[in-house]
């Protein structure tokens, strides 16, 4: 059966001498992975190989067949040519840190079209966003990748409760028992965070590096805590040591 699908690339691993097997999550089919052809010969790599390239989005045809691990490509183009990703290195570490994000949190051919447009919109914004405006928005990233696949931190800030606890996932009167422990300002400038609703709120949010790792960090070890199947994330450092 030949399907129509858009796609991220996430991953490609070197197959024999010519070939490429890639990992793609995409919109109808969920993660795939895809035996491609031919595309690492010196004649083709510049036409063919560098379309696979992680983080690219495509457009597929994809001959389709539920019982096999590996699938094939009918046709494929790029889906979205970036403007400026490819040349900025703030853009290009957050794209690797969107696609270093999603390897970790999807892992089956189940559709996840919400996610999946979430992901695309994102990347298309970071593209064409001034650069000043990006240091919030892996914090932003990352809190609607755990909403849209079932985890959230509650917004029960008060002044009562104004303790971040990452193991309850909620603000409490009084502070954690084990790392991470928040101070009443970090849970704070978090709970600023997370209350943001979308991309421009939240870049407008006043923040110091020092905050935005301790807040990034605390909502990768909620969503580390409450799913055993996001692992930490490899781009993370390379991520703070270029964005913070």
């Known amino acids: 059966m030949i399907v129509a699908a858009k796609g991220i690339v ?10 490429i ?12 992975s895809f035996l491609v052809k031919g595309v690492r010969t010196e004649k083709k790599k510049h036409q063919k190989a560098n379309i696979f390239r992680p983080g690219n989005i495509l457009d597929l045809q994809v001959y389709h067949n539920e019982h ?5 490509l009918k046709e494929y ?9 490819g040349e900025n290195v703030v853009k290009n570490t957050l794209l690797l840190f969107v696609v270093d994000a999603l ?12 996610l999946f447009d979430f992901s695309l919109h994102f990347l298309q914004v970071v593209d064409h966003a001034p650069v000043a405006s990006l240091r919030n928005l892996p914090i932003y990233f990352i809190k609607e990748l755990a909403r849209r696949v079932g985890y959230a931190i ?7 409760n104004c303790y971040l606890n990452t193991y309850e996932g909620c603000f409490m009167p009084t502070q954690a028992q084990a790392m991470p422990i928040f101070d009443k300002d970090i849970s704070h ?20 590096a020092a905050e935005r790792k301790a807040v990034l960090d605390g909502y990768l070890h909620f969503f580390q805590w409450h799913d ?9 450092p390379v991520l703070e040591a270029i964005l913070h």
């Open 68 to 72: 096999r691990n590996l699938q094939y």
């Open 21 to 32: 097997v890639c990992s793609i999550f995409t919109d109808s089919l969920g993660l795939q």
């Open 103 to 114: 390897g970790s949190i999807v892992h089956t051919d189940d559709a996840q079209e919400e």
């Open 189 to 208: 400038k978090f709970y600023q965070l997370i209350v943001a609703e979308d991309i421009a709120a939240i870049a407008a949010v006043d923040t110091t």
């Open 228 to 236: 055993k199947n996001f692992k930490p994330l490899r781009s993370l």
């Open 10 to 19: 996430l991953k490609v691993v070197k197959y024999g001498e010519t070939s």
């Open 154 to 160: 509650r917004e029960n800030y008060s002044a009562q």
């Open 77 to 85: 183009r790029l889906g979205h040519c970036f403007q400026e990703i």
